[in-house]
């Protein structure tokens, strides 16, 4: 009973298998002994199927949780912003100081800046050069001190605060004019000049304005048109016509001042349609905008900037 | 007493019942989320080591006895109860 011969024949298995079923607890251990083996069988059977998972990459793709805790951590140190980027990143280059005034400018703002200083660009031509003539004709408002911060909008000094403040004004009317907000039917202003008609003004007055904008009356409203003398509202003979009529009796050199302020540097003689070369007609305008600036601010507010 | 229990394993065997009462537990073990447990065991140990480093007996070493334990009472109990019906019943054929 106790040895099991190697070539037990079915017939031997079945009785000594009677044999034990006889006795009720060694039934029970033959069960017990059974149910381990089927269920190690089962447990096995479980970690194949999850081993092969592993080693396919089957459990990553299925569960595909692992690499998200990382990204989203947030990183806590005094050098970095959550994210982990370098907050000092930016700092170093952060400022670059102007050739030309040595004034620290932020790198974004330094080819603004340097248009503004050196009076480079399309605009800050006309107002540097406006800039250097105003500062020789009122050299005590300037305190002889270098002009060229006038027109940074990265500086923060407090000397010429106010100066800035009241161009700033000027600066904000003038945009609504050039927005078409102000046509020449808006100029209720009483301290504007523009609601004023010719008879009013003293030829020099008159000079200087018509040099700046297109100054036809309307036939509605009786207003000056307040755009630049290129408006596209009136036409060239409607202009040429109103500097004439108004400028005809008071002033000799009316002729040219009939003619719009890019023909003004073109000879006498020439006929008012001759065309210049852009290239003249620029410098001309150049020449004529500084004598007009000083003019231009005793004027009006309104006129402090084209 | 262990050969006692080879010569009736043996003959679970041959008759083919055993593979019944296999599938029978692993059913039953499916219903009762045993084998979700299971997972979840693996996938800590799988969470301690390198997945490339993990060995089918290193799993089978560590989870089998907690395996074992982990089998509601329930369906032990009808497992065992049912193999022992199974085996009394032969005596008297």
């Known amino acids: 009973m106790n040895t099991i011969v190697s070539e037990l024949s079915m017939n031997d298995l079945n009785s000594k298998f009677f044999d034990i079923i006889q006795n009720e607890s060694t039934a029970e251990d033959a069960a017990n002994f059974i149910f381990d083996s089927v269920c190690e069988d089962v447990t096995l059977g479980v970690l194949f199927e999850v081993h092969h998972g592993i080693k396919t990459g089957l459990t990553e793709l299925l569960e ?7 990204p989203y951590k947030i990183v806590n140190s005094p050098e970095c912003d959550v994210f982990g980027f370098s907050i000092l ?11 030309n005034c040595d004034r620290p400018v932020s790198a ?3 080819a603004p800046h340097l248009e503004k200083c050196m009076g480079m660009g399309r605009n800050s031509s006309r107002i540097a050069s406006r800039r250097i003539a105003s500062n020789s004709r009122e050299p005590t408002s300037y305190a002889g001190l270098p002009s060229d911060d006038e027109d940074d909008v990265d500086w923060s000094g407090t000397l010429h605060s106010e100066r800035r403040k009241r161009r700033m004004k000027n600066n904000k009317r003038n945009s609504k004019i050039h927005n078409g907000i102000r046509s020449n039917n808006g100029n209720h202003n009483p301290d504007s000049n523009d609601g004023a008609t010719y008879e009013t003004m003293s030829a020099n007055e008159k000079k200087n304005l018509l040099l700046q904008i297109c100054g ?8 000056l048109c307040t755009r630049s003398t290129r408006c596209p509202q009136h036409t060239e003979e409607q202009r040429r016509a109103l500097r004439n009529s108004v400028l005809e009796p008071s002033t000799p050199e009316s002729q ?7 023909d003004a540097g073109s000879p006498p003689d020439s006929s008012p349609s001759s065309s210049c070369s852009s290239s003249s007609r620029k410098r001309d305008r ?17 006129n402090g900037r084209d | 007493m262990t050969v006692n229990n080879t010569i009736a394993h043996q003959r679970l065997i041959l008759s083919g019942d055993r593979e019944r009462f296999k599938e ?13 447990q299971i997972r979840m065991v693996c996938r800590e140990i799988v969470k301690e080591h390198d997945s490339n480093s993990i060995t089918l007996d290193m799993l089978v070493a560590r989870v089998t006895p907690r395996a074992r334990a982990l089998v509601p009472d329930p369906v032990k ?6 193999i022992k019906t199974h085996l009394l019943t032969q005596k008297n054929l």
């Open chain 1, 286 to 302: 150049h020449r004529a905008v500084p004598k007009m600036k000083n003019k231009r601010e005793k004027l009006s507010p309104l």
């Open chain 1, 216 to 223: 036809v009356v309307s036939e509605h409203t009786k207003k």
């Open chain 1, 89 to 99: 990143k930016k700092t170093p280059d952060a400022n670059c100081s102007c050739p």
């Open chain 1, 64 to 70: 595909g949780e692992k690499e998200d805790e990382e």
């Open chain 2, 24 to 36: 029978l537990l692993r059913r039953r073990l499916i219903e009762c989320g045993w084998r979700d």
């Open chain 2, 77 to 82: 109990k009808e497992l065992l109860q049912k």
């Open chain 1, 108 to 110: 974004t703002r330094f």
């Open chain 1, 256 to 262: 040219s001042m009939g003619l719009t302020a890019e």
